[in-house]
């Protein structure tokens, strides 16, 4: 089932605190056919509950603060990418060559949104670097949707072949995935529990005073470390100086954060990296699985290196089988696990007349929300027993989660309210003056009595802070 019973159990919480929290439940958030609207309030909600509980641990309270979980405020943060504005300017969330296209035999879906993972694309179709969506679309009408998939990863771009949920059941990497649990929890290491400085004045803030190393990039892993930041802690995102960013995708998540460019081919950065790896509490990643380990960075490399540390690692398509090593995207990982052919139009056999989409990109955001409250509930159990702590979540995971039998089911909170129905985002919206102009945002769903409304500070332009704890 998709509630926040199977996702607090993940994160190994305590099954009685699920008491704490209530819902406000309203029709026609997230609406699709798959329960995405329990998947988000799950996610949001056992994240919510891992923060009271930390929030109580540290200021020495008696119980732990109610939690409550809005739909609406859920549904208007997990399209948080699409609400926010720029001086009255919306962003552009898709280029023209991230789409679904028809092939010879079916459908495939492309990510091409970074100039390089375009260059890729338009290379591995052996068109020019000013091909059009029709040049693009005439290729693939030729070609097999498989064919396709497997030319474009291999010249390493990003393509998924259209599968249905029970194609990806006898998938090499979907038997995979659906053997692992939900989030995987490895202690590694030995070192003293850890002594938090006690917490008062409000709003109550679980994470002040700790230190994310947030090396992670565009929706999942930066909806975590801004969900972090919101609570209380340092967050510095770290990038290297040649990959690019899109800043609206980095104005949308960097709230709360600080952000700074470091090449870890370099003696110099490195020795940077170094000084700030030493006094980080949390590091998070998101990069495909392995492609930090030749920078010395893999989970076993940084425990050693700081006892205790509580790593969260986030990919695509998990750190295993077949897929492990692969880049992957939201909405590939729909594509390729049957969810685009669920939600898809007119369905007959077999594959749909078109494949659809979820009506957020749930995967990222749920994920997200799931890694933040793990590494929560991490530091939590880390006050009573030493060691490092290994987190591991996957896009194709938490997929599997949502596309399970039964996952339409609907309870594990104590208390639920029906509220009007969900119409307009407006209520849970904002407006924030900020060094890149004027940010209409939502705001975080993550919420619990006494805790933070707003993130203390507005996003900044990519990459020009110093490179150094606050």
Partial sequence: MT???????????????????????????????????????????????????????????????????????????????????????????FAPLSRFWRTADGWVRTHANYPHHRARLLGALKLPGDASVEDVAGVLAERSALEVETAVYRAGGLAVALRTTEEWAAHPQGTAVAGRPLIERERLGSAHARAFLPLDGDPLLPAAGLRVLDLTRVIAGPVATRTLALLGADVLRVDAPRLPEDPDAHADTGFGKRSTRLDLGTAADRRTFEGLLARADVVVTGYRPGALDRFGLSPDALVDRRPGLIVAQLSAWGAYGPWGGRRGFDSLVQVATGIAATEGIERGEGAPERPGALPAQALDHGTGYLLAGAVLRALTEQSEQGHGLVLRLALARTAAWLTA????????????????????????????????????????????AGGPVNWARPPGRWGTDPARWA
């Fill in 3 to 93: 509630d926040i019973k199977v996702a607090w159990a993940a994160m190994g919480g305590d099954p009685a605190l699920v008491s704490y929290v209530s819902t406000v439940t309203r029709q026609g958030a997230l609406e699709a056919r798959l329960p995405v609207r329990e998947l988000a309030r799950a996610c949001v909600g056992a994240c919510a509950l891992a923060a009271a509980e930390l929030g109580a641990r540290r200021a020495g309270l008696a119980e732990v603060p109610a939690v409550r979980v809005d739909d609406g405020a859920v549904a208007t943060a997990f399209v948080s990418e699409r609400h926010l504005s720029i001086d009255g300017r919306a962003p552009v969330n």
């Fill in 405 to 448: 039998d039964g996952a339409g089911e609907r309870g594990g909170v104590a208390h639920e309210s029906r509220g009007t129905a969900y119409n307009q985002p407006d209520a849970w919206l904002v407006e924030t003056d900020s060094g890149i102009g004027r940010l209409r945002h939502a705001l975080s769903p993550v919420s619990f």
